[in-house]
């Protein structure tokens, strides 16, 4: 079998915005403690930050950082978390069934923020919180002193804004699990409310609005549509929250069902089916308000997650919950999923991997130590070799067979070409769990001097996986790169694979 993808410099979908390289640390499970911030570690440094996680967050350049929730966000009173560490409440944290310490708070998140070289995007509780409370919240953290809230900031040590740029008003409020769920209407008017007062202390922010929790919520595509009719002129961001698992499709129902990873490969087709819906919904809001201005999707909750579930605990501090175990499948899928973010580039402009650290995470830790999952490779490489033009390949590949998709391509590509620098990048996965694919890529204009880097991962098992006990199971390795040859290269790709070229 053998498959080709033709690249033209010229032929370009739209710039890559950089904050498609996101990610999400929520106040759950393990994520900020015992995973950012956890002081009885050997690894913390003098501020409680954990040093071997703010290498691996380093290693993978996040661009973004969402925070502090997730469905924590809608019982989260922000000033809680200021202030003397001494005197911060605890409380029950009602979303996931555990102790909240208020050790960790604006001020130690921007810390963390400023260490790993990452723009915050904040989400304001509009759940049991008031539009005051997250006009409030702007004041604190993004306007000169003189008035109480900045000067309170300026009495906590921080005396410069912390200039917080985007903000997301609230945290999937459809979901009957969200405290202080609401319907469209009322989340369209309570949001439009938020971003008038929250501009109206900074004018320059940026606002997200909440889109549906999932494209299986019953109230998908209708909560999309009446949201961004009613907040179309308020907001800049439209998000979108999606995970992926084998069998689909959501994180509550599969169990019991036979695993299906040849149609699991293929989930990219139903990640475009939701980018495009959406896209199809912001134009139609943009003609309904007569408007001049774009809206773009925030996809701010992405990931593979379905057999570590969490709720249910025991009112612990830091409890594990959602500490999924990643695979090669679900590596393959991640970089799939990248894939398709750079073949949405004129729709998808922020995207956030949920989450980072322990709580359905790349990244894995314990007291002594952390191992980088599977789906920390696919992630790392996009987000430090994806640049400039997201280029329109056009793939030809043979189809396989999926009982839920019908046929599908073997081959799922995605490429990337900097103008600036010259250098461009291919993204290959052969979604076959048996066929290798011979590829012949190809440059129609210029072609590239070499191959500069190449890296793949592979394997024969779907189900393999990283561990603490076999941290180096499944990576990618770096291959010796192939020769140019005339206009491109041609290359077999093992099955079950993920491959990156540089040129
Ligand atoms: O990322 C885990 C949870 O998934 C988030 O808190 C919530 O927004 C979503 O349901």
Known sequence: THAKVSLNTHRTIADISPL?????????????????????????????????????????????????????????????????????????????????????????????????????????????????????????????????????????????????????????????????????????????????????????????????????????????????????????????????????????????LPRDTDSYLASSILFEEHADTLAAAIRVAKAKNRSKKDVHLCWDEWNVWYRAKGGDGEWSEAPHILEEQYNLEDALVVATWLNTFLRKADVVKIACIAQIVNVIAPIMTNRDGLFKQTIFYPLTLFSNHARGYALDALVQAPLQETSRYGDVPQLDASASYDPTTGEGAVFLVNRSQTEPLTVSVCWEDVAPGAITRAWQMAGEDPLAANSFEQPDNVVAYELTAPRVDGRGVTVTLPPLSFTTYLT
């Open 20 to 256: 498609i390289f996101g990610g999400f640390a929520e106040h759950m499970g393990r994520c900020i403690y015992e995973g950012i911030y956890d002081p009885a570690s050997p690894h913390a440094d003098e501020r409680g930050l954990r040093r071997d996680v703010i290498q691996a967050l380093k290693e993978t350049n996040y661009t973004i950082m969402r925070y502090p929730g997730g469905n924590f966000v809608s019982g989260y009173r922000w000033t809680d978390g200021i202030g003397p560490k001494a005197d911060r409440p605890r409380r029950r944290a009602l979303a996931w069934r555990s102790i909240e310490t208020n050790q960790f708070g604006p001020h130690e998140f921007m810390e963390f923020a400023r260490e790993i070289g990452t723009e915050p995007m904040w989400a304001v509780n509009l759940g049991t919180g008031s539009i005051q409370d997250a006009a409030d919240l702007v004041e604190y953290m993004n306007l000169p002193v003189g008035t109480l809230y900045s000067d309170l900031r300026a009495q906590n040590g921080h005396a410069e804004p912390f200039g917080v740029k985007y903000w997301c008003l609230g945290n999937e409020m459809d979901g009957p699990w969200q405290i202080g769920q609401m319907d469209a209407v009322s989340y369209a008017d309570k949001a439009v409310q938020a971003a008038k007062l929250m501009r109206w202390m900074d004018p320059t922010i940026k606002t997200i609005a909440c889109g549906s929790s999932a494209t299986s919520m019953p109230g998908y595509p209708d909560w999309d549509l009446t949201v961004l009719d009613r907040a179309y002129d308020h907001i800049d961001y439209f998000s979108m929250h999606h995970y992926a698992a084998n069998p689909y499709p959501t994180i509550s129902n599969t169990e019991g």
